[in-house]
Nanobody, 117 residues
Framework: QVQLVESGGGLVQPGRSLRVSCAAS????????MSWYRQTPGTEREWVAS????????NYADSVKGRFTIYRYSTKNTLYLQMNSLKPEDTAVYYC??????????WGQGTQVTVSS
């Protein structure tokens, strides 16, 4: 079954850390690029970070560079986003995305992250 399922979201205080996960099927985990995006109500979905499957090269949006880390755990077919030094402006629904062969794109359903004191 082709799927991406995010988890790990929640309420966290500013300055704290949180890790969100994206459990993938073997098919979607084999995608050439896996990414995290985020979205707040009334705004466009915003790219956060990506990792290339073959090289494990990562890229980050300027807004999260140095605070967030994207990584893959192959034995579990899981993509992670470790978020440190969280800010209120990081509050959003976080989505994972996979691009597989032929350029087909898959999205998860999202997980809510709220940063608030």
């Amino acid at each position: 079954q082709v799927q991406l399922v995010e988890s790990g979201g929640g309420l966290v205080q500013p300055g704290r850390s949180l890790r969100v996960s994206c459990a993938a099927s073997a098919y979607t985990f084999s995608g050439s690029v896996m990414s995290w995006y985020r979205q707040t109500p009334g705004t466009e979905r915003e790219w956060v970070a990506s990792i290339l499957t073959v090289t494990s090269r990562t890229n980050y949006a300027d807004s999260v560079k140095g605070r967030f880390t994207i990584y893959r755990y192959s034995t579990k077919n899981t993509l992670y986003l470790q978020m440190n030094s969280l800010k209120p402006e990081d509050t959003a629904v976080y989505y994972c995305k996979s691009i597989v062969s032929g350029g087909v794109v898959y999205w998860g359903q999202g997980t809510q992250v709220t940063v608030s004191s």
